[in-house]
């Protein structure tokens, strides 16, 4: 069975929707996903910033000054440095109360050796985690190069996610520690582990969720008021064209508020009044005719309408009434119903020529079944043609054998197109054997 249309207008509007809110989520997300690594990058920054304003750029230059006779190739630097001395403890609180507050992973002030080598020297981190002034660390790779412009230019900078073998991934914001001199003398660096990112984008995308699904449901209930707006009109107004094709016109106006439905609405109520109007004058007419098929001497025989029809057609126009009776008068049509001879009177159109009028040439099908009503259809030895002129050839589908033309007072015709001829054929095979006998016999 084939889907309805409101069937397939929520199999095409549904999947875009879909597809919409999906596309417009990802974007969402993907932009809330870059404002909140925007929103880090700036809060490493800040605090960096923030931080090497804490400190005392010339006291830490002398702090963590080594001695000539450091061993460079050593692991650490740790031997050379107090872990306990007031100024570690002291800052070490400063830098954790501050990390907390700004909701920071690391914080800790690092200086460049060279390479990919670096070493730390205060550090704010909570007492498990601490690391002791003068641990050696070796960069991840990629950072190397901003490390150094960091320390010799004294510029800052903020990484991407880093892959730290001991720090795990982290987001790492580095600014330069400057003495009396502007001179930078090492860096301070905040990290934020990346789970903290994940932590708050997943947040992001539970809010986008939150608040997407009441949207698709919303979208949804659209949808199908806007499949039931389209339909529900179309439905009436199939409904009434199937009503009128069956002959029971709708008893209640269409009504819809879609411009374009609105319009074919008014088109079928105008047609539905024209079938209306229509069908209250052929029941007239049908009743008309039934008192002459009753009573055709009331008007006269069939003899005396053919005489009428064709004195009528010398000083006027055959009127609209007079093909009716002509062909109620004219067998086989006679046995039509009153209906469908109503129908085939309508069909037909009135033409007079004169003599000598080519009407189909030899060789061709007609294109028009020949009712004559005044005058006559000759072959090619001017023999008149009697009956239908074409029918033959018509209903055979052969070409005429001879021309056919008018003779020599010239003649009025019915005609009627083959098409519509054919079809009156087939709706009634009854005709057919009558049609074709009254096109070959002369006599008729």
């Not at 990802?26 to 400190?55: C, M």
């Not at 003495?179 to 903290?196: E, F, P």
């Not at 411009?259 to 209306?276: F, M, Y």
């Not at 009627?416 to 009854?430: A, C, M, Q, S």
Request: hydrophobic share 40%.
């Amino acid at each position: 069975m084939k889907p309805s249309l409101r069937t397939l207008i929520l199999f095409l509007l549904v999947p875009v929707l879909f597809l919409l809110i999906g596309l417009q989520a990802w974007y969402v997300h993907n932009a809330l996903e870059r404002s909140i690594l925007d929103g880090f990058d700036r809060k490493l920054l800040s605090v960096g910033s923030a931080t090497a304003r804490l400190i005392d750029g010339d006291l830490h230059e002398r702090r963590q000054a080594l001695p000539t006779e450091v061993d460079w190739q050593g692991d650490d630097f740790t031997e050379y440095f107090d872990s306990e001395d007031p100024y570690f403890i002291d800052h070490r609180e400063i830098l954790n109360e501050l990390r907390e507050a700004t909701g920071l992973t690391y914080l800790y002030t690092q200086i460049h050796l060279g390479e990919d080598q670096i070493f730390y020297f205060l550090d704010g981190s909570p007492e498990e985690e601490w690391t002791v002034p003068g641990t050696r660390d070796t960069l991840p790779e990629g950072s190397t190069t901003a490390i150094r412009d960091v320390q010799a230019f004294g510029s800052s900078w903020v990484t991407g996610i880093l892959d730290w073998d001991v720090w795990g991934l982290v987001k790492a914001g580095y600014y330069p520690l400057r003495n009396s001199d502007g001179d930078t003398v090492a860096m301070v660096g905040a990290d934020v582990n990346v789970s903290i990112i994940q932590q708050k984008t997943r947040r992001a995308l539970f809010a986008i969720l939150f608040l997407g699904v009441p949207t698709l449901c919303l979208a949804l209930v659209v949808v199908f008021r806007i499949a039931s707006a389209l339909t529900k009109p179309i439905e009436q107004i199939r409904y009434a064209a199937l009503s009128l094709a069956a002959g029971t016109p709708p008893d209640e106006p269409l009504k819809t508020g879609v411009r374009e439905v609105r319009q074919l609405a008014q088109k079928l109520t105008l047609l539905q009044d024209k079938v209306s109007r229509q069908q209250r004058e052929a029941l007239a007419m049908e009743v008309r005719l039934q008192k002459v098929r009753r009573n055709p001497h009331g008007i006269g025989s069939n003899g005396e309408v053919k005489k009428a029809c064709a004195e009528k057609a010398d000083s006027s126009p055959v009127s609209s009434l007079d093909p009716l009776f002509f062909l109620n008068a004219t067998p086989p049509f006679s046995r039509l119903p009153a209906m469908q001879l109503l129908i085939l009177s309508q069909a037909v159109t009135q033409r007079s020529y004169p003599a000598g009028k080519v009407l189909c040439p030899a060789g061709y099908v007609p294109e028009y079944l020949f009712i004559p009503y005044k005058g006559s259809v000759v072959g090619t030895e001017g023999k008149p043609i009697a009956g239908f002129p074409g029918a033959a050839s018509i209903l055979s589908g052969q070409p005429n054998q001879e021309t056919m033309e008018t003779g020599p007072s010239g003649c009025h015709l019915l005609l009627l197109r083959r098409g519509k001829f054919l079809t009156l054929v087939e709706e009634r095979p009854d005709l057919f054997h009558d049609l074709q006998g009254l096109s070959n016999n002369p006599s008729t």
